[in-house]
């Protein structure tokens, strides 16, 4: 393996070439966020900041790591979870001079050895997807909190940790939750998630989803695009929830809503989407269907309990990339797609760049934020999450909307007089 200390561990320099052209094709479908690297590369707000990354190593991320570059940073960085990592777009940023520790496959030590790498150059910001970096920082080098003006977080599993941590008055830097942004959730959460997922599956098995009974745990913005994508494919969909309100959403869009107990026994194939442990367990695999396919896109691999299904099984074999069959008992078989991890990511390349797009612009102003808040220009207490503001949203998807050449109405002075006069009525 290529590696020069204190600069890059990567699967192979060699890939850098084809990896550039990735990067290009994401760059050209990605043009919010090439219109703030084309504005602040001039300026570059971010000279003198040093950024460690923790975020799945794609396409789409060189695009976001690349403008934080542009805009003056110096970048470290290392992939999210061990199997993400597309190895053609570590090394090309590895050749460009990003400091890159990343490769697709990598054991759970690696990961943290990655994370720890990153930390050497001692930064000032951070920037998360599942929170991992924050935990390390504040678990291990807590001494570096001092140091950090702030840090980003992607996802929904990584915010909702870190309002806990929050609340236990635990956090000793202040976190911008870029999922909550309208431009986030209600887009990559929703249709980069359906239409990833189904890529991961259909990769790794070749399967037709058209009259398959697809299982959906969780019933979120994840799970609902999910379920949207696999009903337009011709499936069956079923969801489990505990939410009564999520589960009541399903019901209305035409899903079918049972217990998991009840949908073990009819699923063709389940995707976890719940962002807790155990949706899938031993007495769910005791009664599923001879061929039933299981996968994850939850952020971690905890959604299915492997242990079960291994201690329920005399073998397994590799079928193809990302698909392994468990024999089981009366000799059914199981397929688990990507060992549970996120199968999106893991057997596809995740989000498409389109939708990707707005979440990283989200990301790349987040840190501007943090970047004010180090100047004195704005003010965040130091252990709390804090949203978006909400015009940021509107100017993204306004940005959005004219790079698709897409124009909307305005109202009318009128209009505007009406909307906001509460005496109006019949
Ligand atoms: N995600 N990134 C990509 N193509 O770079 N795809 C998905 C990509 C992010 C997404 O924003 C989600 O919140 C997170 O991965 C889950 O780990």
């Known amino acids: 393996m290529d590696f020069k200390e204190g600069q890059y561990k990567v699967r192979d320099l060699k890939l850098a070439d084809a990896g550039r052209r990735q990067i290009e094709w994401a760059e050209s479908r990605m043009p919010v966020l090439m219109a703030l690297r084309e504005k602040y590369s001039k300026t570059k707000p971010l000279s003198g900041y040093r950024i460690a990354g ?111 941590m929050a609340a236990d008055g635990k956090m000793k830097y202040p976190v911008i939750a870029v999922n909550d942004a309208e431009t986030k959730w209600d887009f990559d959460n929703v249709y980069g998630t359906g239409q990833s997922t189904l890529d991961g599956i259909i990769r790794a098995t070749s399967v037709l989803l058209a009259g398959k009974n697809i299982v959906v745990a969780g019933y979120g913005h994840c799970g609902k695009g999910v379920a949207m994508r696999a009903k337009g494919m011709g499936a069956n969909v079923i969801a489990t929830e505990v939410k009564p309100t999520a589960a009541l959403k399903a019901t209305l869009e035409g899903v079918q809503v049972m217990p998991m107990d009840e949908a073990a026994k009819i699923g063709d194939i389940f995707i976890t989407a719940t962002g807790v442990k155990d949706v899938i367990v031993g007495r769910h695999f005791d009664v599923m269907k001879d061929g039933a396919i299981i996968s994850n896109t939850g952020h971690y691999d905890c959604e299915i309990n492997i242990p079960d299904l291994e201690e329920r099984s005399a073998t397994h074999r590799t079928i193809r990339a990302n698909c392994e069959e468990y024999l089981m008992s009366g000799n059914r078989r199981i397929y688990l797609l990507a060992q549970g991890r996120l199968v999106n990511l893991a057997a596809a390349e995740g989000h498409p760049s389109e939708v990707m797009d707005m979440s990283f612009a989200n990301q790349f102003l987040s840190q501007l934020r943090l970047v004010r808040v180090d100047k004195g220009e704005e003010t965040m207490d130091r252990g709390s999450v804090y949203d978006i503001p909400v015009e940021q949203d509107q100017e993204l998807a306004a940005l959005k909307l004219a790079t698709n050449g897409i124009t909307i109405d305005k109202l009318t002075e009128a209009q505007m007089a009406y909307h906001l006069d509460y005496a109006a009525g019949t």
């Open 54 to 164: 923790c975020l799945h190593v794609t396409k789409e991320t060189a695009v976001l790591i690349e403008t934080l570059s542009a805009a003056g940073a110096q970048v470290s960085w290392s992939g999210c979870n061990p199997l993400s990592t597309n190895d053609e777009v570590a090394a090309a940023l590895a050749v460009a001079g990003i400091e890159m520790y990343a490769w697709y496959g990598m054991n759970v030590e690696e990961f943290y050895w990655c994370i720890d790498r990153t930390l050497d150059m001692k930064p000032n910001l951070t920037l998360d997807d599942g929170a991992d970096l924050i935990f390390t920082v504040h678990n291990k080098y807590p001494e570096m909190c001092a140091d950090i003006i702030g840090g980003t977080e992607e996802t929904t599993t990584g915010v909702h940790r870190l309002r806990s």
